[in-house]
Structures are given as structure tokens and as C-alpha cells.
């Protein structure tokens, strides 16, 4: 019912549009010198390029869609966050892998997702630097550069390329939390990857690339373009424990099929996190 009372296709074109935009932005800032400041810790960074990238997107949305609500990374670090409600709301990291940015490690990302009485319909996210567009509408599939994707549909746990982080929280029992659970993995499957970038980890697990993802300390603007594009891409996506994934406990698990997932599952050590 949402998708045939609300024009899609339309969000989709403005949105596109506005991210054209920004991405220009973006690819400038990689090769300059950049203000870096940090947020909530020493390794939680910030550039002047976040801001300005979020500005441009809001911007070329609400001048289409004025009824619309937005929840942004850095607006809400300014303290302007709208709660996350059945209206329609674009949700919005604009540079997500902003470590990345900084030392020039060209694995960043614009993520924007739309969601509609709270369910995603809409997601997109584009790494400027490679040019490379995954987006997904609900229902329609999954593609890259206008190519469909589809993930590996890895079944076996020791044949699996897997995504972990460590994320930018300091605090020693969190790290020594997400370091053990990684050292209990590692022997068990072909590999672990660490890229910085949450959006582009659940891309990954789309195309098949990575067989699965899992962080905790994520928050909405995180995962929610991801995890549309990876489900559409054939993906299983749920909360790290197995249950139901919500976008607002800022934990995720994605893997390549539920049989990957229910494999994975018993072996992480849940973290929790206040909600979003
Ligand atoms: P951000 O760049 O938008 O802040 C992956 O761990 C996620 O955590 C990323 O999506 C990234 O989002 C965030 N993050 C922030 N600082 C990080 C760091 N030092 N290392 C890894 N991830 C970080
Ligand atoms: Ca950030
Ligand atoms: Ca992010
Ligand atoms: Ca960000």
C-alpha cells in the first residue's frame, strides 16, 4: 500500500539527484586539507565536509518534499533530531567512513534511506571516490551501477569472508568485548575484514563480496540504506542475537543466508547500547 500511494520513483529521482551534488563535494574534500576535529572520543572524527555534505541533502529534499522529516548523523549531533515516527522520513549519513576520509583510504560513503510508516522503502548508498551507486526500492531488487546484485547465498561458516569493526568507542571493556568475539571467529573462517564503513560492509554482503557483516554501536543512519539493498540483494538481515533486526538498537547482523546467520549468531557476545 505504501508504495502505490507515494510516488517512489520521484524520491528516488530527487534524491539522486541532491547526492550528484554532494558527491562532487565529497571527491573534492578527499584530496584536500581538511578541518579535523572529534566528537565523542579521540578516534571519532569529524570534518567541515560532514556537515556541509548532510546541508546539501536536506536542502534538495525539503525544497521537494516540505512535509518531509529527516534524521541526519550531524544534525543530530547539533541537537536537531527528529524522533523516528511513521512519517515519511529520509534518514541520512552523509560521509559514513569518515576515518576513511580523513587519511584518504578511498572506502566512504553517502548513505540515505526513506522510511515509511517506519518500514525503508528506498535506500541508496554511493561511494563518490570509486564511483560506485548500490541502491534498492522496495520490492524491486538490488543494484550496482544500474546492474542487478545479488549476495554469495554462502551457506558454510568456514568458507566465509566476513565483516567485523571495531568502531570509534575507546572505552577498554567495549574494545576487549569486540576484540574477543572477533578472536573466537577468526579461526573459523576464511577470513576478516575491517573496511570502516557500515553502509558499504551491508554492499558488500549484497554483491557478494563478503559473505557477512556484524557491528554493534551502529546507529540508524548506519544501516538503514544498507540493510534494504542487502535484503534485496537476497541477504538475511536480523539483530546480532538472532532476533528481529530494529534499525534502533544500533546492532546489526547481515549475513548471506539465515542458515550463515544462525551459524554466527551463538558465537558474539551481545553488546548493548541505549536505543536511538
Ligand atoms: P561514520 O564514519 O559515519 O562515523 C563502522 O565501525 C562505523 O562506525 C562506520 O560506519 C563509521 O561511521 C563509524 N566510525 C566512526 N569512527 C570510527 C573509527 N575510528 N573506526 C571505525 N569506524 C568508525
Ligand atoms: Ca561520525
Ligand atoms: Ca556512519
Ligand atoms: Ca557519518
Known sequence: LIMTQHDIDLYYRTILDGIGTAGKLVREGFTATKQVTTKEGAADLLTEYDQRVEEILINRLRESFPTHK????ESTALGIKSSFTDD???IIDPIDGTTNFVHGFPFIAISVALAISKQVVLGIVYNPITDQLYSAIR??????NGQIIKCSGQKNLSLSQ???EYGPNRDPAILDTKCKILETIIGKVHSIRAMGSAALNLCLVAEGSCDAYF?????????AAGDLIAREAGAYTCDPSGAPLNLIDRR???AATKELAEQISPLLIQIDYPHD
Open 70 to 73: 529527516f534524521i541526519g548523523e
Open 88 to 90: 515519511p522520513t529520509w
Open 139 to 144: 520490492g524491486r531488487g538490488a543494484f550496482r
Open 162 to 164: 566476513i565483516l567485523g
Open 215 to 223: 557491528e554493534y554501536g551502529v546507529h540508524i543512519w548506519d544501516y
Open 252 to 254: 546489526v547482523l547481515c
